[in-house]
């Protein structure tokens, strides 16, 4: 079974910055697709970006311009630059993954989650 760990998370000021990382760790044939979503308080669970198996990029309009995916096909990692935070980006960021196994099974998988903290 594949893990997913996500770091980086934390406390910060409206207009700073933090970085988040999630590493992929298991028997792993290919990642397709490996994503962040948040969720606030009361809100759904929502895409922030995603990474395709080709190194594509999709953002959420509300991140653009302020969040940047980037991923490490070797190390099976992907991060996620944000800047110029806000404190509605205060959210649990979660870390998702596509994920095909040697069986040839698709399946997703998620991390525990981290907290950023955005102050006003």
């Known amino acids: 079974q594949v893990q997913l760990v996500e770091s980086g998370g934390g406390l910060v000021q409206a207009g700073g910055s933090l970085r988040l990382s999630c590493a992929a760790s298991?028997?792993?044939?290919?990642?397709?697709?490996m994503a962040w979503y948040r969720q606030a308080p009361g809100k759904q669970r929502e895409l922030v970006a995603a990474s395709g198996s080709g190194g594509s990029t999709n953002h959420a309009d509300s991140v653009k311009g302020r969040f940047t995916i980037s991923r490490d096909f070797a190390k099976n990692t992907v991060y996620l630059q944000m800047n110029s935070l806000k404190p509605e980006d205060t959210a649990v960021y979660y870390c998702?993954?596509?994920?095909?196994?040697?069986?040839?099974?698709?399946?997703?998988?998620w991390g525990q989650g981290t907290q950023v903290t955005v102050s006003s």
């Open positions: 998702n993954a596509a994920i095909q196994s040697t069986s040839g099974r698709t399946y997703t998988a």
């Open positions: 298991g028997i792993i044939f290919r990642i397709n697709v």
